[in-house]
């Protein structure tokens, strides 16, 4: 998989889009936990635990925001196979 960056990493400690991102690579650095995903009303789509230390790639609609605190460092990205 080739990632290209598309912005700055920062946290989840708020609720955030991520930038406008479709596709976020997320970094969980500290003990499993749930990252949350809303849209743009807040209303709930779906959770996911995920494990400490693993990184996930989510893909969203720009104005979801996702949310799970400051052990979850994001970043949005584009990729190909």
């Not at 080739?2 to 700055?8: A, D, E, F, P, R």
């Not at 499993?32 to 635990?49: C, Q």
């Amino acid at each position: 998989m080739i990632v290209k960056l598309l912005g700055s990493e920062t946290d989840l400690t708020s609720a955030t889009n991520v930038g406008l991102a479709t596709v976020v690579r997320v970094n969980n650095t500290g003990s499993a936990a749930v990252l949350t995903r809303r849209d743009s009303t807040g209303a709930l789509i779906g959770d996911v635990t995920i494990a400490a230390n693993e990184i996930i790639y989510l893909e969203k609609e720009a104005s979801d925001t996702l949310e799970g605190g400051a052990d979850f460092l994001v970043v949005k990205v584009a990729y190909s196979n």
